[in-house]
């Protein structure tokens, strides 16, 4: 580690909550650098679906009722030790852990363990529209939204301090992967009603309590968030006695920082560095197959886009496997389904999306545009897995669609500015993908291009069928994988014919640290663990391998 990066470690030592106080005797804490894209939108997974956010907080500072386990390929108790489920499918019991602590800070100071009233708070905040809290920090709960999960529970009740019992509308065979998702945490309801009581109830958002091995310490925007291990955790505690996210936008400078020591772990690095990284030897690469997919949303609610001809047109107007080459440097594989390759439910659609611009010249005539038309293309401005340059396959994109005509202009603003202007619809088109949030196919359609998530602003396409929405109620009405693989079939069928976006990537999850730090899970679904990570007694030496053209 530098000494600048020590500086940081130690000027956030003592910035808790507050600016740095001269002449305060506090101790250097050991504990990491993490490069982050960009600013945490909230501190409340329940309200965002930007990964950079997920991130920093989803498994940091929180915990949910149950986990997915990869390995098992089951899910598995966290804040729950037990549950059942009714033969009808429509009652969900769960038996919660009695030896759960919330955090203790200096803005907060728990009375109480964990029990039913805090997973009624959390959960009725975002399916209860008559809640208190239900409009706090005015965000809306895109996941669950978009998910139609408030439509889904019909009521939530607690026979004791140490039982949920969640009562379903109908029968949903995603459920329990909701549950499971990076979402749906547990807040504290002791300290909602006492922001609440304070008159600040939206600090329950920017000021977070939960259960989780980290807890908040500060936040500088633009410059850093600060976590402190949680010391009361119910599981093992996090080894590092804090965690630093540094706010580095540019993929280059979070690149130099790691290999000068001034960060530990960067998140997606350039796919075009990858090789590279994996030759030096200060330099660990850790790679996985999360389910992704890339794709190019066109908003079928503006002219010309709410032509099907005009849509078939643009995904024959494209390379796909040209932008595979220039943007992912032989890191993915192409995408002919929003479904990624690795989901039971795959059924692949390549001649819809086959690269022809003869056949794109002609859906153009037939549709009224023989001479094509102008346009914007949505290019969004962070690095993620299943996109690592949208800047350069927008611009790739732009060439291929000139040679038929039409005329793109390459739109990108600062993240956030970028995700609100795209949930209220302004784009004509965008590049943007799709982590899944667990492994059940209902997560690759639902949050995408359902009618609830059109509601929500989470449907980049503005697409609103209702013949398609009932394909997908009809798959999870079932718990029988042959069934519902029939409903997704159609469902992909569906979109090869109607094509509100184009997919085009599925991709590996790359993430870079210091070779010296270790126990940084990559969650199956595209977030990231903090509690196991550690520094190794020894460390490789500082040297960067060059090559022979930049010696």
Not at 11 to 30: F, K, Y
Not at 382 to 400: F, T
Not at 468 to 483: G, H, K, M, T, Y
């Amino acid at each position: 580690m530098t000494n600048a990066a020590r500086a940081l470690l130690a000027l956030s030592t003592c910035m808790v909550m507050t600016a740095c106080q001269p002449g305060r005797d506090l101790p250097e804490l050991e504990g990491l650098l993490y490069c982050a894209e960009g600013n945490p939108e909230s501190f409340n997974p329940q309200l965002v679906t930007s990964g950079t956010t997920l991130d920093m907080t989803a498994n940091q500072l929180y915990d949910r009722l149950i986990e997915y386990d990869a390995e098992q390929q089951a899910f598995v108790p966290a804040l729950a030790t037990e549950w059942h489920i009714s033969d009808d499918g429509l009652r969900y019991s769960f038996v919660l852990r009695d030896d759960v602590s919330f955090h203790t800070t200096q803005y907060f100071q728990p009375t109480r363990k964990f029990s039913a009233k805090d997973v009624l708070f959390s959960f009725s905040r975002w399916f209860d529209d008559e809640h208190p809290y239900h409009r706090v920090s005015g965000r809306g709960y895109p996941f669950f939204t978009s998910s139609g999960l408030p439509e889904l529970i019909e009521h939530i009740s607690t026979p004791s301090e140490r039982e949920v019992v969640i009562q379903l509308a109908q029968p949903d065979s995603s459920f329990l992967a909701n549950l499971a998702s990076d979402f749906a945490i547990v807040l504290s309801e002791e300290y909602a009603a006492l922001q609440m009581e304070n008159g600040t109830p939206e600090m329950i958002d920017q000021l977070p309590i939960g259960t989780g091995p980290f807890q908040f310490a500060d936040f500088r925007k633009d410059v850093h968030v600060r976590f402190i291990r949680n010391s009361n955790y119910w599981r093992e505690p996090a080894r590092m006695e804090q965690v630093v996210f540094r706010i580095t936008p540019s993929d280059h400078k979070r690149m130099l920082m790691l290999l000068t020591g001034d960060c530990d772990i960067s998140p997606y690095p350039p796919a075009r560095d990858v090789e590279w990284l994996k030759r030096q030897p200060t330099i660990d690469v850790q790679q996985t197959t999360s389910p992704n997919t890339a794709f190019w949303a066109l908003n079928t609610t503006r002219e010309p886009f709410d032509d099907p001809n005009v849509r078939q047109a643009l995904a024959h107007a494209i390379d796909r496997d040209a932008l595979l080459r220039a943007v992912y440097f032989g890191h993915a594989v192409r995408a002919d389904s929003i479904l990624p390759e690795s989901s039971w439910a795959h059924a692949p659609q390549p001649q819809a999306f086959a690269h022809d611009p003869s056949r794109a010249r002609e859906l153009l005539r037939d549709a009224g545009y023989p001479n094509g038309f102008s346009m914007s293309l949505w290019a969004m401005p962070v690095q993620r897995a299943y996109n690592p340059n949208a800047r350069l396959m927008a611009e790739r994109i732009q060439s291929d669609l000139a040679q038929v005509g039409i005329q793109a202009t390459i739109v990108t603003y600062e993240w956030s500015t970028f995700r609100r202007r795209l949930g209220d619809g302004e784009h004509d088109s965008v590049l943007i993908g799709w982590s899944a949030d667990h492994a059940d196919p209902d997560n690759f359609f639902r949050p995408l291009l359902s009618c609830t998530a059109k509601a929500s602003g989470a449907n980049r396409a503005q697409l609103c069928d209702p013949m398609f929405d009932e394909l997908l109620n009809a798959a999870i009405r079932s718990n029988q994988p042959d069934v519902r693989g029939h409903f997704y079939a159609q469902a992909q069928e569906y979109l090869g014919a109607e094509i509100p976006l184009i997919p085009i990537a599925h991709s590996i999850r790359f993430q870079a640290s210091r070779a010296h730090i270790g126990g940084a899970t990559l969650t199956p679904f595209g977030g990231i663990s903090l509690r196991g990570v550690y520094r190794r007694d020894s460390a490789k030496t500082n040297s960067v391998v060059l090559e022979e053209s930049e010696q």
